[in-house]
């Protein structure tokens, strides 16, 4: 762990907090698809929780994000609800996004996700987007743009990265090297170094390891600042893993990565674990109140999912609202088909 | 007060005056500053706005759009310029993916009122690239309004309309109508969306024309009326919403329709609303609908071909014609 | 010789087949090889022709749908794999621009023999952006053909022909029949393009059904039949070329129709073959051509909301009797 | 002048001829546009002949070329005829397009020129996609991609060379830097430097001038050598200036480019001039031999522009032809609009 500003211990702790929600966000929703109770599929963020809370916790609440296809663990660090995100993820009306979006659609306006998206690199011109809306409306909001080294591949991340350049924009590109994408590993997929990508557009660029919380937080914290004084934007290549397959339903995977390399991740580069260590030897928190945290988000979560199990679909009346803002109902403006 | 000016002037002064309303609103794209578009449309806005709110970019238009989604996500109101509607491809994930989807997708949380002005029209020996009237291919995508202004008088007032909708709205102007003109007022005005207008009042045929096809349908209409046929002219001004009722109520009183779009007939405008007129007017209908979009085939660069490939006022008047005297054009 | 195999399987043997046969045949597309897409429709053909020849390539889909274009025009014959249909907006450009247009605009030179394998389909609970049926906005583009097979027949004998044909072929596959089964031969068939396929004969009514509509048409059909109802059904099997006669000549027997198509109603599929039919089977037609697409609205992730946006077997069903009982959907 | 390799006194003289050759279609062409005998508008190549002649001198007829809106340098480069180009400029049947094509669309198919395009950028993929086929097909040809500064702002561009470098594909990138796209200078529209984007693929790249015929002419033979090799890809950016307006109706530049900076382009650094000299210095060829040469090669342009200007339109029963290969009449085919 490095650390070289100096935190309190709320901070650490809200940052130890965060992570092991993740956690338990995801376990729940897996254990929700393994049960057959979850429409559909989703991308199980664990393993990089440290990427998540590292950055989100350097912003505020007017700072945005746009996410990914793996998107909970961004949602969650930059301050959602579990009630709210289960719902979603079940297609409920009280969802963020009255279970209109689901997993990969996942957004949550008032905490400043503009959402999850499932097409891989879309989010990078609304990143970039909201950067220059900020230095149009003269606002100091800083938006980080996260995405997995599978997305460098999309020609829309240079062509934005050009214009952030040229215009000098807040925004950080947040890219989370978990090694694969799809079933298929980086080095097949990326020819030389991401890092260089970016400096060959004029933009400072920087690694990190994506499992150390502490390292995450401090980098972005100074470029957030940096940000806000016109110095964007800035590159980040955060190094880490996922522990689960591509999705949930992507259980047999020893054609792709052996079990080894999964193993050893988990036991000795994971976020929570070590962060959870390092707070222990530091004496910020004991083993005990660790234990303790854990579970009293595990219950939190297992409420939520509970609570979510139970809570009504939309009325069907809602499936042609919110097609156009200022309409109620589409189908009578458009006399479109009904389906 | 009104006065006569050009398509390309009224596009200027919708803008000009929506931006001096609306410091959200900011202009994007390439050579729209200085040069002021190939087309000279924006002319003079640099001078008034500064390039802060009239952006010059980079040959970057999936970029360009997308972030003028995230910036119509975060409480600007971004006017893209895509040079030409040919381009549309480059910038459909954005636009349809992206934009027209995240106001649902957010379960109405999230908005994208952006508007994307970019054109469409042949005829003007630019080749297969260069001359396509795109407008079937969104208006397909639901999420997004899909504006075709036929004169300056609704470049104007569909433009402004579409600057203040909290939506993404697509504007095709035809690139040889920039220096028609027209009468438009000078007092402020808008057009609502969904509105046709009844460009000629005629008796006998319908005439629904988009765009610079209301011209084409008024030649046609004037070398009809020499025939003693009387042709209605209805501009539905948006095809996304589309405003059935006048068209129906037009063609329940005429019981005779064409339908006149520059973009290719198959699975394009004209099939929307030809469908409609045939489902929903079914029984007023003394003969078939007849569609005329532009020719199935690229658009080819030489004259001699290119000229071909789009509907004409003969080719509309000579369709007219048979339908009122009762020829089939598609006997059984 | 036939035996029952699944959709899946039947794509996997097209092209196994069409590889052994020509060496200028390759796959090229996003973990087609060792994972054989993650649908595993390509699961095999990576261990039998190497990576050479299945190609995994980076999320680049702009890149690689370009680069297949370059390959046709240099005497190979690239099958591109695009993941998902949604994902066609970012390939528009390659797809519309060049690859469609090369033909033409070379005055017949140059040559673009490529097939880009996608798919279709909603109500797998997918979201917005990965449950599209986007085959009108490629229908719409001259250059293009466009097949949707709705059997693992269609799928082995469709996609046949596509290799071999020497123009941009886009096929669409319904995601949500992979698994379905059908009786297919063992000797090789290959059907022609703009061939049409009556699925049942019928004589009260025609459903012109596309893809996994086809089924919904026939669940419509069988409960048709038990109100003595008699329901043709037409599975055009290319809607470019769309074999406009054989639905012609059907609904010309039959006096009514309903065209039944899982893209979005407006400006869709179903526009273009319902306006086809009013217009030219005009004078048989005994009541409005119904037209069922999806609904105009982004697709829902909500299992409550999603079922309701796709065309059903009780809707067609619900209709056709309304159609057939001479009750009017639109009366005026 | 720079010559590093041994050069016979032909290869000299068609580099000559050539280069002089474009000149004098260009200087035809714009006359066509300047007296309305030409229908739309048309993008001038003259300055830039050095580029297209070198490279194109370093190929052979299998060898491809993917070219630009601006490609008229290009085609003839590669052994365009005059005549079948002015028949496609002014849309006659004669024309290598048979006039459906045009300026912008023009392809030679048997000097291997894929064609011009419309569309900036618009050709990365189909040059990266036919050295794909080299490679899948077992043959050695290279292809070389032309574009402009202004196309690396299109995003296709790191994709494809992303792809060409993990499979090393025999492929070269051009990209002909005249200082300006439309009507913006390149420093306003690309940060960084160019040269760093391709190497941060890994891809070897070289900057040269783009007026020294010779320069561009050894470099590339080492390239394409090296291509053939299987060390490909390369980039290259040519330093180049275009002497016309963006189009031929761009005629009043001065709010974005000055007459000096123009003028001194022409005077000093002209590439047909300043060979013409070298050949002179070096005792090639004689001031009158060159002189003679130029006259030969303007009667020739004249004489095709007069023929082109004679020949017949394409029948109007063209129209629907080759929409589909292998189809007579689309519209016959389609059942389509009849227009
Ligand atoms: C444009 C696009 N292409 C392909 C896909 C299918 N897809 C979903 S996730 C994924 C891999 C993404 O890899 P990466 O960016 O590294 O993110 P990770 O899944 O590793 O978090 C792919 C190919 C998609 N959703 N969008
Ligand atoms: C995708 C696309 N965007 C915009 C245009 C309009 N346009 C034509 S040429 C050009 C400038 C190209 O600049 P550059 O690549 O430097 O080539 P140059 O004209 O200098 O040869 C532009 C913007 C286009 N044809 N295609
Ligand atoms: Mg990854
Ligand atoms: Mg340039």
Not at chain 1, 121 to 136: D, E, F, N, V
Not at chain 2, 35 to 40: D, I, S
Request: charged share 25%; glycine share 8%.
């Amino acid at each position: 762990m490095s650390d070289t500003r100096t935190h309190n211990t709320e901070d650490y702790l809200r940052m130890y907090k965060q992570m092991v929600r993740i956690r338990a966000f995801e376990d729940n929703a897996n254990q929700l698809y393994l049960s057959a109770k979850m429409p559909g599929l989703t991308h199980m963020y664990s393993g990089q929780e440290a990427v998540a809370v590292g950055i989100c916790e350097a912003l505020t609440d007017e700072d945005r994000i746009t996410s990914t296809h793996r998107g909970h663990g961004h949602c969650v660090a930059k301050g959602a609800e579990f009630k709210a995100m289960f719902c979603e993820l079940l297609g409920k009306a009280e969802g963020y996004c009255r279970g209109k979006g689901g997993s990969m659609h996942i957004a949550d306006q008032s905490h400043g996700n503009l959402g999850a998206n499932a097409i891989v690199g879309g989010s990078m011109g609304i990143a970039t987007g909201a950067a220059l809306s900020a230095k149009h409306l003269g606002q100091d909001f800083v938006t980080v743009c996260f995405f997995g080294d599978g997305a460098t591949a999309q020609g829309l991340w240079y062509e934005v990265m050009n214009m952030a350049a040229l215009w000098k924009l807040p925004v950080i590109y947040a890219c989370e090297n978990n090694g694969y994408s799809e079933y298929t590993k980086t080095e097949e997929i990326a020819a030389g170094s991401l890092t260089a990508r970016a400096e060959a557009f004029g933009i400072e660029a920087f690694e990190v390891d994506g499992q150390d919380v502490l390292a995450v937080n401090d980098l972005t914290t100074q470029l957030v600042e940096r940000c806000r004084k016109g110095e964007g934007p800035f590159f980040i290549e955060l190094k880490t893993y996922r522990y689960h397959g591509h999705h949930v339903g992507d259980i047999n995977r020893d054609y792709y990565r052996s079990k080894d390399e999964e193993a050893e991740w988990k036991t000795v580069r994971d976020p929570i674990t070590n962060f959870g260590k390092w707070l222990e030897d530091e004496k910020i928190l004991s083993a005990d109140e660790l234990v303790a945290i854990n579970n009293e988000i595990k219950a939190e979560a297992e409420a939520a999912v509970e609570y979510a199990l139970n809570a009504p679909y939309p009325d069907t009346s809602e499936v042609d609202m919110h097609v156009f803002a200022g309409v109620d109902h589409a189908l009578d403006y458009l006399g479109g088909a009904r389906g | 007060m009104t006065r006569e000016i050009t398509f390309s002037k009224a596009v200027n002064e919708a803008i000009a005056e929506e931006m001096r309303r609306d410091p959200t609103v900011f202009l994007i794209g390439e050579d729209v500053a200085e040069a002021g578009t190939p087309f000279k449309v924006l002319s003079g806005l640099v001078e008034e706005f500064g390039t802060d709110r009239v952006i010059d970019t980079p040959i970057s238009e999936p970029g360009f759009m997308g972030m003028a989604v995230g910036a119509a996500m975060t409480e600007s109101r971004p006017i893209v310029d895509l040079m030409f509607g040919d381009f549309i491809y480059l910038v459909m994930d954005q636009l349809c993916n992206q934009a027209a989807k995240t106001h649902y997708m957010s379960g109405g949380k999230l908005k994208v009122p952006l508007v994307l002005r970019t054109n469409m029209g042949a005829t003007r020996r630019s080749a297969a690239q260069h001359s396509q009237s795109l407008q079937a291919i969104v208006a397909h995508i639901p999420g997004l309004k899909v504006a075709m202004p036929s004169s300056a008088y609704e470049a104007k007032g569909l433009l402004k309309t579409a600057i203040r909708d909290d939506n993404p709205v697509v504007i095709f102007e035809d690139k040889l109508m920039y220096q028609d003109k027209a009468l438009v007022p000078e007092e402020e005005y808008l057009i609502p969306f969904g509105q046709a207008n009844v460009k000629r009042e005629g008796r006998d045929i319908t005439l629904v024309a988009t765009s610079s096809m209301v011209q084409v349908a008024e030649e046609a209409a004037d070398a009809l009326a020499k025939d003693g046929i009387s042709a209605e002219i209805i501009d539905p001004r948006t095809i996304v919403p589309l405003d059935e009722e006048t068209i129906l109520n037009s063609v329940r009183k005429t019981s005779r329709a064409i339908v006149i779009d520059e973009g290719h007939q198959s699975y394009g405008v004209t099939a929307e609303i030809a469908a409609r007129i045939s489902e929903k007017a079914f029984y007023h209908l003394d003969a078939p609908v007849i569609r005329m979009g532009a020719m199935d085939v690229p658009v080819p660069f030489s004259p001699a071909l290119e000229d071909l490939t789009v509907p004409t006022a003969s080719g509309v008047a000579d369709n007219a014609r048979k339908i009122c005297r009762g020829e089939l054009l598609h006997a059984a």
